[in-house]
T-cell receptor, first 112, second 116 residues
């Protein structure tokens, strides 16, 4: 079945540091890929997505590129802020199934 | 426009009791999903409604869980009787497929269930 493997956390960075959170997947066909973020006390929010190979999703300074050859969708940001502290989830949906398959989440803490 | 809402935000019950969680999707969204995250692990799919019909309930863990969506609006998820391993955060999400936009799902804040 489909699965998502996500970099284990927690991750602690200083403000303005570079962020990478690794995500790889296993899926049948050509999945759509997503990054969701959960800020403290809030629900999950879609951060960015990519629906086909080589697409780059971007939002709020975050980027991720759909790499079919390496089955990866790594999340990056060039300069993190304290306000980026949250839990980040990589996810996919594939085939006719509508439900999302999630990774285990990565807790990010950014220190001032 | 109001987002997805869930009630209660937190519930603490004893093993063997019954709990009912409620989800109100975004108005006009035909698709409604339930997920849960147990013990800080990955978020797992439970089931999917299209309007009032269960499209996919392959993720429901056992027959102690019953989901309904009468009239195709809000949904309830009942756990009866609750067990310790049911503790976790239960998320609801809704979506309205739109041409060219894929299946973006909008999530509620979740209900944290603690079974003691």
């Amino acid at each position: 079945g489909d699965s998502v493997t996500q970099m284990e956390g927690p991750v602690t960075l200083s403000e303005e540091a570079f962020l990478t959170i690794n995500c790889t997947y296993t899926a049948t066909g050509y999945p759509s890929l997503f990054w969701y973020v959960q800020y403290p006390g809030e629900g999950l929010q879609l951060l960015l997505k990519a629906t086909k190979a080589d697409d780059k999703g971007s939002n709020k300074g975050f980027e991720a590129t759909y790499r079919k050859e390496t089955t990866s969708f790594h999340l990056e940001k060039g300069s993190v802020q304290v306000s980026d502290s949250a839990v980040y989830f990589c996810a996919l949906s594939s085939g006719s199934a509508r439900q999302l398959t999630f990774g285990s989440g990565t807790q990010l803490t950014v220190l001032p | 426009e109001a987002g997805v809402t869930q009630f209660p935000s937190h519930s603490v019950i004893e093993k063997g009791q019954t709990v009912t969680l409620r989800c109100d999707p975004i108005s006009g969204h035909d698709n409604l999903y339930w997920y849960r995250r147990v013990m800080g692990k990955e978020i797992k799919f439970l089931l999917h409604f299209v309007k009032e019909s269960k499209q996919d309930e392959s993720g429901m863990p056992n027959n102690r869980f019953l989901a309904e969506r009468t009239g195709g609006t809000y949904s309830t998820l009942k756990v009866q009787p609750a067990e310790l391993e049911d503790s976790g955060v239960y998320f609801c999400a809704s979506s309205q497929e739109a041409r060219g936009r894929g299946y973006e799902q909008y999530f509620g804040p979740g209900t944290r269930l603690t079974v003691t």
